[in-house]
């Protein structure tokens, strides 16, 4: 299967409570994609200042790999500062929050496994 | 859980009898990052003339998540060219490859689930 970015799928919209609209563009378009062992690949753009909310999860893991840009990770309640080609993972049972604090887009791969 | 891009695993080595060596940046360090559901989650390099040789995928796929730089995929069987945005994803049962054969770096999300 080969999808050009011209048909691919972007939403924008606001993430578990955070500031602003978060750019969601679908890497994967159905679980089926994902070897029905995902639900979510996403190449996610923050605009400065915006944030996705604290959240938890359950039955599942969330994986980011920054891109480009900097800004602020909740590491399961540990704030650390995050540059491209870092990784965080929220496992199961632990929470995240993300917010840009710079002046540039904050751009990650953003995979969720179940 | 976080890990910098200081401590991230990098491999140079030679796919699946392709030209020359890429680079293989590890997002992710084990299966169970991948909530034992993947074995491989890489940010890849080809460098111009580097190629990643004809393979099938039998009882896993694998996603590539184009980032930069361009090159022809062959997406089972015919050929593509790929762009930053595009994605190609080769199921079981299927075969692909890849071939920088621009004049920058092929830069992409590798991603294969179980």
Do not use: W
């Not at 200042?49 to 359950?58: A, F, L, P, Q």
């Not at 929470?95 to 710079?102: P, R, W």
Request: proline residues 4%; charged residues 20%; glycine residues 12%.
């Amino acid at each position: 299967m080969f999808r050009p970015k011209s048909e691919q799928v972007v939403e924008f919209k606001c993430i578990r409570g955070g500031n602003g609209e978060a750019e969601m563009r679908h890497i994967t378009d159905s679980n089926a994609e994902l070897y029905d062992k995902g639900r979510m690949f996403n190449h996610a753009i923050l605009a400065p200042g915006v944030s996705i909310g604290e959240h938890y999860h359950e039955g599942d893991n969330e994986l980011f790999y920054f891109l480009s840009g900097t800004g602020v990770y909740n590491n399961n309640g540990t704030m650390v500062r995050v540059n491209p080609g870092d990784t965080a993972i929220c496992s199961s049972g632990e929470k995240h929050s993300l917010v840009n604090d710079g002046t540039e887009p904050l751009e990650f791969i953003a995979l969720i496994l179940f």
